[in-house]
Nanobody, 114 residues
């Protein structure tokens, strides 16, 4: 079955960085468009970043463009999100998701606070 396990979250000061990871299994990861979503307290879940397969293209929501980088390692079935210059507005639970599957992982909490 489809499994997605996010990790790498934590507490970081404004301006800091985190690198999130997502271990995927149960589907053909290398041929799947993958996404990172996030959900802040009291807000709806929103799409943060997308990465395609071949060719590998990426896209970001405006508020993270230039600060976040989504990447993948198809050999390891891993998805990553490098987050730099974090702000309190980035505080959220971050989730990875395969485009064609409805499964969600448990998410990883990112808290940006001084």
């Amino acid at each position: 079955q489809v499994q997605l396990v996010e990790s790498g979250g934590g507490l970081v000061q404004p301006g800091g960085s985190l690198n999130l990871s997502c271990a995927a299994s149960g589907f053909a990861f290398s041929s799947m468009i993958m996404r990172w979503y996030r959900q802040a307290p009291g807000k709806e879940r929103e799409l943060a970043a997308t990465i395609t397969t071949t060719p590998t293209l990426t896209s970001y929501r405006d508020s993270v463009q230039g600060r976040f980088t989504i990447s993948r390692d198809n050999a390891k079935n891993m998805l990553y999100l490098q987050m730099n210059d974090l702000t309190p507005e980035d505080t959220a639970v971050y989730y990875c998701k395969a485009l064609r599957h409805n499964n969600w992982g448990q998410g990883t909490q990112v808290t940006v606070s001084s």
